[in-house]
């Protein structure tokens, strides 16, 4: 039976990153509005959201270690490089950290089940992330609704070493889609939890309820899927190691909703008073900041992207109440204000004369980059599990040290609609040349990349939005793979390259005063080959006319940059990132080997006209 469809998985690892990015943001918003909905302390709010978010991606990579990764945790004290999760994994590390940070605050609030509809929703969307990257696949099926998956694809090599296809087969036999079964199950799941939420009378209940139902499924659903696919895929006793894992949990989270259930109707008043302090919020901030720099160099860079981006408005809203707690209220504005004064006051600005015109301008500008990082060549052992494939030996790999040379060219249209409103379209592109080398094998060689970007703004002042695409042969996550096929569980193509790429921008806060942004993909001259994202603060100096001052983490490190404009004509902006690490030029490896990057512009700006507003504009 031939299959429903074929899906190519070239580059399924970015569409992976993609929705596992997408799902943490919806996951963050549906949990944001949950707190504000309840009229929760937002600093308090925010710091039990980022502890559930760092002990997630902790607990998803950390449960999915072999022994022999745990023997080196627990005897050498180091975090093993691993591709490898489980979502089980992130579950409880969420609970942890959502139950740690509750008892350090001392938060009496319910905290639990703002997340029972957020994580199943969430779970749906990163299992399309799944499905597109061919992880996670299901046994062969001959099924009316059975998919094939080309030949990049984990399946098609799980096939082909178990002689179930031949080489010259163009995809992999046709399986059961079990990430559609989850895709499916999860927002049923959702569906469930919402309409059953006033049958609960204990807090937390009603994500327990859906974790419960959630590993129910996942029971019956390891039947379907490949061993292979799973880095528990041993049998005992004809079930799964996970499945055995999932019959305890079963066990476990029944009988602590039913005593939950028990002890509340037994003791429905007995609620403790609520203390705030600003000492156990200043603990459990060092706390989170702490563990993202343990693991900064274990993280993967959307994981320190999301971390980042919850990491930098929490710790604004803890310092703003530290604040507010040691100053009198009638004064509080004293400080700041003395400060801002003298920028304010030394700044000049371009703003339309009258508000019922606006100001236009063309605005051309050139750029360059320069870039040193370096990357391992792979050598893969063994076969691959879970979603990110198999577990990497880099006893033989090979270090190249990559150099960046990027020119790039920008064309941009402004609209001045008011004092903080304005409107920019603007097209760019690039040409770079990567020098490649190896000190051990004497490896050199050249490649060019080159790259166009349509893309659009609005500003006002307490929030920005922009949005773009990156077209042409673009690397961002540059994977040298060894050996002649791909190892199984790897999906990304051998030269780690894509046709487009989405590119994103977003501020809050007034961009003349204080903000804070997040970028992807957002860079003149270019975002590639880095950085990628990026999550950080900035100040306008006071003024309107494009000024910034910013600083913030990035994947290639720590960056800092300027933009200055000057004589209304003429705009100078630079940017810097480096991760502060050692380099060593003879001996350098992937870990030594710091990466750097620093790019420069210059704009012009002409071609001014006032148009005076449409009325939809006034």
């Known amino acids: 039976m031939n299959p429903l469809f074929t899906i190519a998985t070239d580059n399924g690892g970015h569409y992976f990153t993609l929705f596992y990015l997408i799902a943490f943001i919806v996951c963050i918003l549906i949990v944001l509005y949950e707190g504000f909905r309840r009229k929760y302390p937002m600093h308090q709010w925010l710091l039990i959201m980022a502890s559930g978010i760092i002990f997630f991606v902790i607990g998803y990579k950390l449960l999915a270690l072999s022994a022999g990764e745990w023997n080196l945790l627990i005897t050498e004290q180091v975090l093993p490089a691993t591709g490898k999760k489980t979502i089980l994994g992130g579950l409880i590390g969420l609970l942890v950290g959502f139950g740690l940070a509750k008892h350090l605050l001392q938060f009496r609030l319910p905290v639990m089940d703002t997340l029972a509809v957020a994580l199943p929703v969430s779970m749906a969307i990163q299992r399309i992330g799944c499905l597109i990257t061919g992880c996670c696949f299901g046994k062969p099926a001959e099924l009316p609704w059975a998919i094939s998956y ?43 939890v919402w309409r059953t939420r006033k049958r609960w ?24 899927r490949d061993p292979a696919a799973n880095f528990t895929g041993q049998y005992l006793w004809g079930l799964k190691y996970v499945q055995w894992g999932i019959l305890a949990g079963i066990l476990v989270f029944s009988l602590v909703i039913w005593l939950k259930e028990h002890y509340y109707k037994n003791n429905p008043g007995n609620k403790l008073p609520f203390r705030e302090s600003s000492v156990r919020n200043l603990l459990l901030a060092g706390l989170l900041i702490m563990l993202s720099w343990i693991g900064r160099n274990w993280f993967e860079p959307m994981e320190i992207m999301t971390i980042h981006a919850v990491l930098f408005p929490t710790i604004i809203a803890v310092s703003w109440n530290v604040y507010k707690r040691f100053t009198i209220q009638g004064y509080r504005w004293v400080s700041p204000a003395i400060l801002l004064l003298g920028i304010i006051c030394m700044s000049q600005t371009y703003i339309p004369k009258n508000i019922d015109e606006k100001v236009t301008y063309t605005e051309i500008g050139v750029g360059g980059m320069i870039s040193t990082y370096s990357q391992v060549v792979r050598q893969y052992e063994g076969t691959g599990s879970g979603c990110f494939g198999p577990t990497y030996s880099w006893s033989d790999g090979d270090t190249r040290k990559y150099s960046t040379y990027l020119a790039g060219l920008q064309l941009s249209h402004h609209e001045i609609l008011s004092k903080y409103k304005r409107f920019t379209f603007r097209g760019s592109g690039f040409l770079a040349m990567d020098d490649v080398s190896s000190l051990d094998n004497d490896y050199e060689c050249n490649e060019m990349t080159f790259g166009l970007n349509p893309y659009v703004q609005f500003d006002w002042r307490y929030f920005g939005f922009g949005t773009g695409l990156h077209l042409g042969s673009l690397r961002y996550a540059e994977i040298d793979v060894s050996g002649s096929k791909m190892a199984v569980g790897e999906w990304e193509n051998k030269k780690g390259e894509y046709i487009f790429n989405p590119q994103f921008h977003m501020r809050l806060g007034p961009h003349d005063i204080f903000y804070i942004e997040g970028n992807i993909a957002n860079h003149f001259p270019s975002s590639s080959p880095m950085p990628f994202y990026m999550a950080g603060i900035g100040t306008g100096l006071g003024r309107v006319n494009g000024t910034k001052i910013g600083a913030g983490y990035s994947d290639a490190g720590y960056y800092f940059q300027a933009i200055y404009p000057f004589k209304e004509k003429y705009v100078l902006e630079a940017f810097y990132a480096d991760q502060f690490k050692p380099g060593d030029d003879i001996h350098y490896s992937s870990e030594s080997y710091a990466t750097r990057m620093f790019s420069f512009g210059f704009h012009y700006r002409f071609n001014f006209k006032t148009v005076p507003k449409k009325k939809s504009e006034k």
């Open 201 to 224: 009378s204990a807090s937390g209940n009603q994500l327990l309820f859906a974790i419960l139902l959630y590993i129910v499924f996942r029971f019956f659903s390891e039947f379907f």
């Open 150 to 192: 080309s030949s990049h694809a984990p399946a098609y090599h799980v096939h082909l070493d178990q002689g179930l296809i031949q080489a010259t087969d163009a995809s992999s036999l046709s399986v059961h889609p079990t990430q559609l079964y989850h895709i499916i199950f999860c927002l049923v799941i959702a569906w469930i």
